[in-house]
């Protein structure tokens, strides 16, 4: 299975960019594809660059310039679930969107929420159960992306009021539509960088590249275990 892999950061990808066996490099769309492998399986890794539309466009390149049968995609999120702190992980059951309106549900492909392959999520759970310096708790559940950074306490209020996410981000949702539309198994990996509140900028400057490493670590296990 040719495994495709995103991030939205540079620091999201860059341990997978040095670990993994490098044949070839292609340039295109603002960004470089990386073809090679990694434990002996094959891989296509880019960073996408931040929000939807750039997640979307590199998640269907993926599949149909690179041949990517599956798509996960790695990096770092606020926090909503109460009790989720900065550096513990979220394992998406399923993605969606938080700035959509309610009539796009009218109209294709009809999803409110994607949810997650099951076979990628249970080889997760085994490749952080086989990582003791994770620096925090894994758990599951809703990861909402939109186009906007959540950091204040009413905008994070209003979104947990509305759909109860365990986490926020900019990239995943349209990855997994865009895996759905192509019919591939997806998931979406996040380690929290910050609590999506008041205070978020200054702690995700303090905590963005550790998140960012762990969530690459997981990855890299995921493949060492498939």
């Known amino acids: 299975m040719v495994w495709g892999i995103l991030g939205a950061l540079d620091e999201e990808v860059a341990l997978i ?8 490099s292609v340039d295109m769309l603002g960004t470089t ?3 090679g492998t990694y434990a002996g399986k ?17 998640a269907t390149t993926l599949i149909q310039r690179f041949g990517a049968e599956c798509v996960v995609n790695v990096g770092i999120a606020g ?42 999520f249970e080889l997760c759970a085994r490749a952080c159960a086989q990582l003791p310096e994770l620096e925090s ?3 599951t559940g809703r990861i909402l992306s939109g ?15 509305a759909y109860a996410p365990a986490c ?4 995943g949702a349209s990855i997994g539509h865009t895996s759905y539309m192509h019919g591939k198994p997806f998931l979406v990996i996040r380690t929290m960088s910050d609590t999506a509140d008041d205070e978020a900028q200054t702690t995700y400057d303090d905590f963005m590249h550790r998140a960012a490493l762990q969530s690459a670590r997981i990855i890299l296990k995921m493949l060492e275990l498939a």
């Open 33 to 35: 594809f990386h073809v």
């Open 168 to 171: 926020v981000e900019m990239e």
């Open 147 to 161: 186009d906007v950074f959540v950091s204040d306490r009413t905008t994070k209020e209003r979104i947990n009021a």
């Open 137 to 139: 708790t894994v758990t």
């Open 42 to 58: 094959p891989v296509v890794l880019a960073c996408c660059g931040i929000g939807k539309v750039n997640a979307a466009v590199c």
């Open 17 to 24: 960019r040095e670990k993994m066996q490098v044949d070839r």
């Open 79 to 120: 926090a909503m679930a109460h009790g989720l702190r900065v550096l513990d992980v979220v394992v998406a059951r399923e993605v969606g969107f938080h700035d959509q309106d309610a009539v796009m549900l009218n109209y294709y492909p009809k999803q409110q929420f994607f949810r997650t392959d099951d076979a990628l």
